[in-house]
């Protein structure tokens, strides 16, 4: 069961693993981009409400779950639990203690650990007996050029071992490029002076880029990087974005859908290789 499952980033890394059997999320935009992509909509449901009955009788043996990562953000409230946006994931918690699955995953931003939130969590693993293993992985080491630095929390019945972390040269940005380049991603002159100084700057030869996120699409510093080319300074466009996360070729985004929401859908996301990996602990 996925959720909180965005684009789908956990049902691409199960690959041939299983299947997901039910998949939650309560935007819009995101449920139309997932079943755009995966041929299924997951259900557009309010995960704070979401009743015990409804969750056990699915009998998933499997949860896994990216919630909001703002209350734990370097740059957000530091509130944890205490932030409106942890709700659902509190009241999964409760409902962990009811009905539990076999294996959980939980993905977030590093400041998740030794959190409240890890805290309570750690306790409703252990309450059920289940054994617990806590991972930081970067996509920068799994060949990608490419940075998204995130926590990962897996809990099993199954004893679980560690798998070595992979150590992959990353290739260079030319590769994850479009093949024709988009005339409006090219930031004009006035705006491309102002910012200038604090953007992280990038060129098709480097083997690295920022991590991009939820804002990439109206925000310059801090945001993720900027590739320079001859022509000028531009965003990295949605696709490519998608493709540094490994998301398959091919994938793409209901036509209506503003190219910020693109940017804020791929800004949530995950890093396919890296969740593909977090996986083969189970
Ligand atoms: C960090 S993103 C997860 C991204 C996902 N792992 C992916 O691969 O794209 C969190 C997602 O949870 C959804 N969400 C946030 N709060 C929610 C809630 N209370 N109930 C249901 N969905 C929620 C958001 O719409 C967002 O798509």
Redesign the pocket.
């Known amino acids: 069961m996925e959720l909180?499952?965005?684009?789908?980033?956990?049902r691409c890394a199960l690959r041939d693993r299983g299947s997901v059997i039910a998949a939650?999320?309560?935007?819009e935009a995101?449920n139309a981009t997932y079943a755009l992509n995966h041929g299924c909509e997951p259900r557009a449901?309010?995960?704070?409400t979401l009743p015990v009955e409804e969750l056990a009788g699915l009998a998933a043996d499997t949860w896994v779950m990216?919630?909001?990562?703002q209350p734990f953000c370097r740059m957000g409230n530091h509130q944890g639990l205490g932030d409106q946006?942890s709700?659902?994931f509190r009241h999964l918690m409760d409902l962990f203690r009811q009905a539990p699955p076999d294996h959980l995953v939980v993905?977030n931003v590093e400041g998740f650990l030794g959190s409240d939130a890890h805290a309570l969590l750690s306790e409703r693993i252990h309450a059920h007996g289940m054994h617990q293993l806590d991972l930081q992985a970067c996509p920068s080491r799994f060949g990608l050029p490419n940075r998204r630095p995130r926590a990962f929390i897996v809990a099993s019945r199954k004893s679980i071992e560690p798998c070595p972390l992979p150590d992959l040269p990353p290739t260079s940005l030319a590769g994850y490029l479009d093949a024709a380049e988009v005339d409006g991603l090219y930031l004009k002159p006035d705006i491309l002076a102002r910012h200038r100084p604090g953007l992280d700057l990038v060129e098709p030869g480097d083997v690295r880029s920022a991590c991009f996120i939820g804002g990439y699409g109206r925000r310059y510093v801090g945001s993720g990087s900027f590739l320079k080319t001859e022509r000028g300074v531009r965003r990295f466009s949605p696709s490519e974005v998608a493709r540094l996360l490994g998301l398959p070729e091919g994938f793409r985004f209901p036509e209506q859908l503003s190219l910020e929401i693109r940017y804020r859908?791929l800004g949530?996301?995950?890093s396919i290789p890296v969740a593909a990996w977090v996986l083969d602990h189970l």
């Open positions: 909180f499952s965005g684009l789908g980033g956990w939650y999320d309560v935007s995101a449901r309010e995960l704070a990216s919630p909001p990562c946006r709700r659902a993905e859908l949530n996301g995950l």
